[in-house]
């Protein structure tokens, strides 16, 4: 029953982003020692409200996941984003993590 029920979910999603031509992919985004938003929360990110793209999940240093993920969330040197959002807005969300570190950094 659980099989079945998460190939339903598969599909469902699989429809919706078909029928709507949203091309949804998910990324990996590293939280550097030099990026603005080291030792900040994930509510002061709002990837949602920048870029249309919604954390799935954060991975911590020591291994531990938050899913789903708390706003009030401090994001450390070391802790993984898992981003989704669509094509054109994961290109944007892609360039703030390239481009958002600290001078010096």
Not at 62 to 67: N, P
Request: charged fraction near 20%.
């Amino acid at each position: 029953t659980h099989m079945l029920l998460q190939r339903r979910m598969i599909d469902t999603f699989e429809l919706v982003t078909n029928k709507l031509a949203v091309d949804v992919s998910i990324e990996e985004f590293l939280i550097g020692p030099a990026h603005s938003m080291s030792n900040r929360s994930l509510g002061e990110l709002d990837l949602r409200r920048q870029f249309q793209a919604i954390v799935l999940a954060v991975k911590h240093p020591d291994e531990t996941i938050d899913f789903p993920p708390n706003p009030h969330t401090v994001l450390q040197p070391g802790s993984v984003l898992i981003v989704a959002a669509a094509g054109d807005q994961m290109k944007e969300v892609h360039n703030y993590f390239v481009t958002s570190t600290v001078e010096g950094g």
